[in-house]
């Protein structure tokens, strides 16, 4: 069974580059987290999409965008980017059954680097 | 909002020696509480969980005790291993309506042992 993949692994751009991660669910998992994990952090969540909409987004600007596909599968857009930016992208994968806690399981991340 | 905060490291301990990483949190109702691991250069790993309070959690050797009246999650491991070595996150995860869950972490700590 696999896990929660994400590509690419490791990634360098440009300041005012966009960039687009991708991330796909553990088998049965319909729900999709974004973390962004800066050096020597706690990861800090950006936003969550489950049935294709986004549903609930942390303290991050709107060049943080994403979008769901119907197979589950998710990608991480930003635009404009900063040198802030840099940190290493996580991504988190859930089951969502009604009125329980949905436990997280995360991907391997993928690091930016922006220069 | 919800917080957690997680003793600072770095935590440097000899093989077989006792593990203890505070933890306590700050949530307006009633969380879920999680201990993750990262590796050097990989994503996050769940350790153990614990839903309700006085759960205990418990998974490869280390126990942590959901504390509802001193808001606590103490990580605890009797014998460390070198293989241990590693940051661990303690994390929150709150119900916030609509069937929406996202995590919240602390800082990390981070543990090295020696043999």
């Known amino acids: 069974d696999a896990g929660v993949t994400q590509s690419p692994t490791h990634l360098i751009k440009t300041r005012g580059q966009q960039v687009t991660l991708r991330c796909s669910p553990k088998?049965?998992?319909?729900?999709v987290s974004w973390y962004q994990q800066a050096l020597g952090q706690g990861p800090q969540f950006i936003f969550q999409?489950?049935?294709?909409?986004?549903?609930q987004r942390g303290n991050f600007p709107d060049r943080f965008s994403g979008h769901q596909f119907p197979n589950y599968s998710s990608e991480l857009n930003v635009n404009a980017l900063l040198l802030g930016d840099s940190a290493l992208y996580l991504c988190?994968?859930?089951?969502?059954?009604?009125?329980?806690?949905?436990?997280?399981?995360f991907g391997p991340g993928t690091r930016l680097t922006v220069l | 909002g919800n917080s957690v905060t997680q003793m600072e490291g770095p935590v440097t301990l000899s093989e077989e020696a006792f593990l203890t990483i505070n933890c306590t949190y700050t949530?307006?109702?009633?969380?879920?509480l999680f201990w993750y691991v990262q590796y050097p250069g990989e994503g996050l790993q769940l350790l153990l969980k614990?839903?309700?309070?006085?759960d205990k959690g418990s998974n490869k050797g280390f126990e942590a005790t959901y504390r509802k009246e001193t808001t606590s999650f103490h990580l605890e491991k009797g014998s460390v291993q070198v293989s241990d070595s590693a940051v661990y996150f303690c994390?929150?995860?709150?119900?916030?309506?609509?069937?929406?869950?996202?995590?919240?972490f602390g800082k990390g700590t981070l543990l090295t042992v020696n043999p």
């Open positions: 988190a994968s859930s089951f969502r059954p009604s009125g329980t806690t949905d436990t997280q399981y």
């Open positions: 088998s049965g998992h319909d729900t």
């Open positions: 999409y489950y049935e294709e909409e986004e549903r």
């Open positions: 949530a307006t109702g009633y969380p879920s």
């Open positions: 614990a839903t309700k309070a006085d």
């Open positions: 994390a929150l995860s709150e119900f916030s309506g609509g069937s929406n869950y996202k995590l919240t």
